[in-house]
């Protein structure tokens, strides 16, 4: 992300037709941003070809796709590979492919580091840097090669989720919406310490 412009990737279809709306675009244009986003996984705004070229560039004005690569992975002999990505901390989170026969299932973070310190964690063990954004959560699902072979996703990498509820819930969101990537919320799994105030608000809020 460059120049401070905030990434559309990780909003869901209401903030988009938002987006839109103070952009002075039509409303549906938030739609198409979304089709464009979690459907077509596009890396650029000037590649959303059904908006106009005028809107595309008022969009690319102020915001970024919010697309970002892994800088690094490590496989694995069994087909696990793990992969590196920056945050603007300037730290790094770690994503997991873990393939299985006919499963494949991606072990994803929800934080740089953690405030836990769980005996057995090596992520508690270098502390709290900062809370990932819906669109870093997203961003570690997307950017994969392995993308459309995910039957599975874990929040149960680096971080405890329920520390960082209101990105994982809107990242949730954008998994299983029909806007989004339309996923049963059967395919997904919180792991956590078990914050009780974050665990409340996770049984109200989430089928996950």
């Known amino acids: 992300m460059t120049d401070n412009k905030k990434p559309l990737m990780g909003l869901s279809l209401y903030e988009l037709k938002e ?32 908006i106009s070229k005028a809107n595309r560039e008022r969009l690319a004005a102020e915001y970024t796709i919010g ?5 690094d992975c490590q496989k694995s002999k069994d087909g696990t590979i793990k992969y590196l990505f920056p945050t603007a901390s300037g730290k790094h ?12 299932t991606l072990c994803v973070s929800s934080q740089v580091g953690c405030k836990m310190n769980c ?26 090669p392995e993308r459309d072979k995910l039957t599975n996703v874990v929040m149960m990498g680096m ?10 819930l809107k990242a949730l969101e954008v998994m299983t919406s029909s806007y989004g990537y339309g996923w049963s919320p059967k395919r997904i799994t919180l792991s956590s310490v078990g914050l009780r105030k ?6 109200e809020e989430s089928d996950c």
């Open 198 to 203: 974050g665990l409340q608000r996770f049984i």
């Open 93 to 104: 989170v770690e994503t997991v492919y873990i393939p299985d026969h006919d499963r494949a």
């Open 159 to 168: 971080g405890e989720p329920l520390d960082n509820l209101d990105e994982v």
């Open 119 to 144: 005996k057995f964690c090596m992520t508690g063990k270098q502390g709290f840097t900062a809370n990932l954004t819906a669109n870093q959560i997203i961003n570690q699902i997307n950017s994969l």
């Open 19 to 50: 987006v839109a709306k103070q952009l002075g675009m039509p409303a549906f244009t938030g739609g198409q941003m979304a089709k464009w986003l979690y459907t077509q996984h596009v890396s650029q705004i000037d590649d959303m070809t059904n």
């Open 67 to 71: 697309y970002m690569e892994p800088i």
